[in-house]
């Protein structure tokens, strides 16, 4: 007979020694201010499926649970029609500690001959860029390695850095592209960056960002005429 002890499937005293909370359920806790150990990388989401941005938000709203300050800018969603003027993501982000968020968009979306002006979007996207630059700079000055305020300005830095949208800004010329690559190549190295949005690939940053996801499109009830939806799109 062959002694087949040490290698059994079954459970051993040590199988959890490495895995995160060595095996115990997680539960929901306090949020103290906090920094972040392992921040720092540059993000890019992008694609013609739905959930860019919603993904950008639930890491947002991950690091905010963690204590971590969090602020989103977004470029080139000012509403349309379709879509109430109170979202759901606005009312979230206001109820949790740590997460801040700011609007730059014009309403309507550029080239959609929707009674938005395009002189308007690229305005408003110019304005965004120049927030952008400035919360880069809050962030510079900041000691990005120890917990923030979670109700201080966002321009006096932040951890996470979520800029919804300011792909598709640039992929329509409302932003120049080498503009967002010195935005990525002039944030301070503890700080995480999102990008997110557009349906065409960015090239102009997909080498120099750290992940890179393509969200992609098989279905979507907007091709059969279906409008946002209260609690899903907005």
Request: hydrophobic letters at 35%.
């Amino acid at each position: 007979m062959t002694d087949d002890t040490d290698t059994h499937d079954g459970p051993t005293a040590d199988q959890h020694a490495n895995t995160p909370g060595r095996g115990v359920t997680p539960e929901a806790r306090t949020i103290e201010p906090a920094a972040p150990e392992a921040f720092g990388l540059v993000q890019v989401w992008w694609g013609d499926g739905k959930g860019k941005t919603t993904a950008a938000m639930g890491m947002g709203f991950r690091a905010a649970g963690q204590g971590y300050r969090v602020h989103m800018l977004q470029f080139m969603k000012g509403g349309a029609a379709s879509v109430e003027d109170t979202r759901g993501e606005y009312n979230a982000i206001a109820a949790m500690p740590g997460f801040s968020y700011e609007n730059s968009g014009h309403y309507g979306w550029h080239g959609l001959l929707d009674g938005s002006d395009d002189d308007e979007h690229h305005a408003r996207a110019q304005g965004g860029l120049e927030r952008a630059r400035d919360l880069l700079e809050g962030a510079h000055e900041a000691d990005l390695t120890a917990p923030l305020d979670p109700d201080g300005p966002a321009d006096e830095g932040v951890h996470m850095l979520i800029l919804d949208e300011i792909l598709y800004a640039a992929n329509r010329g409302l932003v120049a592209p080498a503009d967002v690559v010195d935005l990525v190549e002039s944030k301070p190295s503890p700080l995480e960056l999102v990008l997110t949005g557009g349906h065409e690939r960015p090239e102009y940053v997909t080498d120099i960002a750290d992940l890179v996801t393509n969200v992609r499109k098989e279905t979507h009830p907007i091709d059969d005429g279906q409008r946002a939806r209260k609690g899903t799109e907005y």
